[in-house]
């Protein structure tokens, strides 16, 4: 069946850079926008970024604009965040999802904890 | 940017209780809404998009409703497994925003 799972969350100091990896499987990945949303802990959802099938299309939420970079990788089936000059309040489990063509997610990956302390 | 105002934040009630949860948006949106339910320690399911079109594999008891800027979500007799936290979700002008939660409980 359609699974996505996360994977590279960890500690990290303020300043320091880290990238999520999202591995799709079950489905056909090329077909479909993707998306990564995140939770602080204790808090509510928190969409991040998203990226067309092919790349083409880029969008961020202010709050990380400039210092994440979503990409994919079709061929491996898989999607990327690249995150840099992380502050304490990117602190969050991180979720990458499938957006289903009706501008909602219909598969979620189980998340990553992402931890940024000194 | 587009906010969704969830209400109520916490709501207390019973197995077999009707119960309903609304989503206000800043602006007009016109269906484009979407409610999920989380678990503690879960990721987020999706349980109606599209406003009202409900999601393949959940029970026929939940539903949802409006358009512009007013949105519920109903459930029409609780069940145990459908205490949890609902959020709602919008797309407009390429950016994606959520409602704060509303947290359902056992009374």
């Known amino acids: 069946q359609a699974e996505l799972m996360e994977s590279g969350g960890g500690l990290v100091k303020p300043g320091g850079s880290l990238r999520l990896s999202c591995a799709a499987s079950g489905f056909s990945f090329s077909d479909y926008y993707m998306t990564w949303i995140r939770q602080a802990p204790g808090k509510g959802l928190e969409w991040v970024s998203y990226i067309s099938s092919g790349s083409s299309i880029i969008y961020y939420a202010d709050s990380v604009k400039g210092r994440f970079t979503i990409s994919r990788d079709n061929a491996k089936k898989s999607l990327y965040l690249q995150m840099n000059s992380l502050r304490a309040e990117d602190t969050a489990v991180y979720y990458c999802?499938?957006?289903?063509?009706?501008?909602?997610?219909?598969?979620w990956g189980q998340g990553t904890m992402l931890t940024v302390s000194a | 940017d587009i906010q969704l105002t969830q209400s109520p934040s916490f709501l207390s009630a019973s197995v077999g209780d009707r119960v309903t949860i609304t989503c206000r948006a800043s602006?007009?949106?016109?269906?484009?809404l979407a409610w999920y339910q989380q678990k503690p320690g879960k990721a987020p399911k999706l349980v109606i998009y599209?406003?009202?079109t409900l999601q393949s594999g959940v029970p026929s008891r939940f539903s949802g409703s409006g358009s512009g800027t007013d949105f519920t979500l109903t459930i029409s007799s609780l069940q145990p497994e459908d205490f949890a936290t609902y959020y709602c979700?919008?797309?407009?002008?390429?950016?994606?925003?959520f409602g704060q939660g509303t947290r359902l409980e056992i009374k």
């Open positions: 979700q919008q797309v407009n002008t390429n950016l994606i925003t």
């Open positions: 999802a499938r957006d289903s063509r009706f501008d909602a997610f219909d598969l």
């Open positions: 599209a406003a009202s």
């Open positions: 602006q007009g949106i016109n269906n484009y």
